[in-house]
């Protein structure tokens, strides 16, 4: 995949650099780069990962945190009842951190909700030491969270 044909499909994906990037685990720069042809793309990998993402877009947040429950990714989930409960408490419109949500504890980051659509990326501090992130839809990760029995 040349950095031509990769920003074609990010923007018919509607994604930003910055979106794209936080899904793939990079940073906006590398992708800047990448569609610059100033570093080499793992084809294998950004090409999984794109599809990966085409197949997320087309899910509701219930279809995509039931899909976390089917991999078995409990940290994950135990993470986004966390956060399901921060929203609910704070309010639905409060933007928050990893941090706050887990009472201080610093060595979560929440990409993986980020990069499955159910939380999105809504900023960071000065130097991008912390992300502030917003849940897109707490119904349907509620409905989920509910059919889990875990909430």
Known sequence: MTGTELRKERKRLGLSQAKLADALGVTANTVARWERGEMNIARP???????NLTEIESMSTYERTMQLATEGNALTLGLLK????WV?????E???????????????????LS???????VGSSRG????YYRMVDPDGVGQALRTLRLV
């Open 88 to 92: 609910l408490k704070q309010g639905r």
């Open 82 to 85: 966390a956060c399901y409960e």
């Open 115 to 121: 990069a499955r659509g159910i939380l999105e990326k």
């Open 45 to 51: 990998q950004i090409e999984a990962a794109l599809e």
């Open 94 to 112: 409060q933007d928050f951190a990893a941090r706050w949500v887990l009472g201080g504890i610093p060595v979560v980051n929440l990409r993986t």
């Open 128 to 131: 991008g030491h912390r992300a």
